[in-house]
């Protein structure tokens, strides 16, 4: 009855990670087939996991299944199902018994506080728990092996329930410039940089280099918007026509909508923009901005005609994040307030109008770098992560030798780095600073984004090391702790990628596809 129990454990709800088939290029990484086994079967199974590893991405793929394909009908309830489980981690479904009856009382609590402190566990409950159920799977036959099981779930608990849990955290979604301690958002020092981008913006043609050298280190928000426009090429250097240039590509965005967008409910496109439609309220889910109406409409728009208009890739899961910095800061140009609670219903039509042409058009020059991410197979992202773990191999041997020693992939977390662009794992007002550098660096959201990364994996060098399990360590990875991250951190993230670019500047040439 007990082995039923657990090896039905992942069947009894829909809703939960493994329940349904992979699509390519999903929000949230694929999850290793280990994870919905007791630590009983992983132990008996060690051997045969190692004769059964994945030998290419397609049959990783297939033996991996993922939670965000889902049915229309489901995803209603799937979203509520987010809503009232308080923020617990993607991975909770896997957590063992005492687990999951721990989080449970947590959450009803109802303390931010209180759950994102570590567990206070009685020992005297744990050997009670040992005595007339099981620890980790297993029916305990002794008070010795009760205490000895004990001990090892309170320091499991206590690794793995202390993690911040980003989604009941307010301040996450958080889309203003200041740093992490509260700074002011203008020094002297960014007064006098401020001054220094103006005069460069207000020459009759933009010295492009110039403008580059200066983005590098961040770009002020009150230039920011005609500073993206320029470096990523949607506008011209010359002054006089970038007027010319801007109202004859947003007539053309809305060209590609009267012509195009009424066939999303034909036969060969419903299936798009059905996953397109699922997606949109998935975008951001807990910063006001996005889940307004007319802020989703204008996301459908423009990922449908950037699908339909890119045929080789179409749109995957996981290109409806790229759109978020583009609209936010362009937004910003007419709002002084944050942003992320502004009604974008009240603003002029011409004006929304010019926003979403904007973003389409900024999107779509950033994509045109790193399109290869998103066609068949999705052979970039395969590519970088490869590189990715070759190269952390060179400059962390201690972290790439443990993650061998408990066989974790690097494609099971950085998947979604390359593919979201860390979107994932930094709070909002991080990527718009870290694209400030992106688009800035050459290649800077292909190449550069690399080295950004194992920046990314070796900040976090103790706590991976501190991790002795599989589990644990996808847990970490997946759930690093970056919520109350700012300009500094981010600022210390790109010198560190900038340091390893030019440190390992004789790094093999596929690092640079």
Request: net charge neutral.
């Amino acid at each position: 009855m007990a082995t039923d129990s657990r090896i039905h454990f992942w069947r009894r709800s829909s809703k939960v990670p493994g329940s349904v088939q992979p699509v390519y290029g999903a929000q949230h990484p694929p999850l290793d087939p280990r994870l919905r086994r007791t630590h009983k079967d992983t132990k008996s199974s060690f051997n045969n996991l190692k004769s059964k590893k994945a030998s290419s991405f397609h049959e990783f793929a297939r033996s991996t299944n993922d939670a965000w394909d889902i049915d229309d009908e489901e995803d209603e309830g799937f979203r509520e199902t987010v809503h009232t489980s308080s923020g617990t981690s993607e991975l909770d479904s896997a957590s063992s018994a005492h687990s999951r009856r721990q989080q449970r009382h947590q959450d009803d609590r109802g303390s931010v506080s209180d759950r994102l402190a570590p567990p206070r566990t009685d020992s005297r409950d744990l050997q009670q728990d040992a005595e007339s159920d099981r620890i980790n799977g297993k029916v305990v036959k002794s008070n010795s092996d009760a205490q000895l099981k004990a001990s090892s779930v309170c320091s499991s608990l206590q690794k793995q329930q202390s993690l911040p849990v980003r989604p009941i955290i307010p301040l996450v979604a958080r889309i203003s410039d200041q740093n992490a301690s509260g700074a002011p958002p203008m020094t002297v020092r960014e007064k006098n940089r401020l001054d220094k981008f103006r005069h460069l913006l207000a020459s009759p043609n933009t010295d492009l280099e110039e403008l580059q050298k200066h983005s590098w280190s961040g770009i002020p928000r009150e230039v920011r918007p005609v500073t993206w426009r320029l470096l990523s090429g949607y506008l011209p250097a010359n002054k006089e026509r970038r007027e010319l240039v801007l109202k004859r590509k947003r007539e053309e965005y809305f060209g590609f909508i009267e012509q195009y967008y009424h066939s999303r409910t034909d036969e060969h496109n419903k299936d798009t923009y059905r996953q397109i439609h699922i997606d949109i309220p998935r975008t951001n889910p807990l910063i006001p901005l996005f889940q307004q109406p007319a802020v989703q409409e204008v996301f459908e728009r423009i990922l449908f005609i950037w699908a339909i208009r890119h045929p080789a890739s179409g749109y995957v899961q996981g290109i409806n994040d790229l759109v978020t910095p583009f609209f936010v800061v362009f937004l910003s140009e007419f709002v002084m307030e944050d942003v992320e609670n502004f009604d974008v219903a009240a603003l002029p039509l011409d004006t929304q109008r010019n926003i979403e042409a904007d973003s389409f058009w900024c999107m779509s020059k950033l994509l045109d770098g790193i399109q290869d991410n998103y066609t068949f197979a999705q052979p970039g992202i395969q590519n970088k992560v490869k590189a990715l773990e070759e190269l952390v191999s060179r400059i962390d041997v201690d972290i790439h030798n443990h993650f061998k020693r408990y066989e974790v992939e690097y494609l099971q977390f950085a998947f979604r780095w390359m593919n979201n662009l860390l979107m994932r794992e930094l709070p909002l007002r991080c990527t718009i600073r870290l694209w400030d550098t992106y688009q800035a660096e050459a290649d800077g959201f292909s190449h550069f984004h690399l080295y950004v990364c194992a920046a990314f994996l070796i900040e976090w060098h103790k706590e991976i090391l501190s991790m002795v399990d599989f589990q644990g360590l996808l847990m970490l990875l997946q759930n690093l702790p970056t919520i109350h991250w700012g300009n500094e951190e981010v600022g210390l993230l790109l010198a560190e990628a900038y340091r390893l670019k030019y440190t390992f500047a004789d790094a093999p040439s596929h690092y640079k596809r």
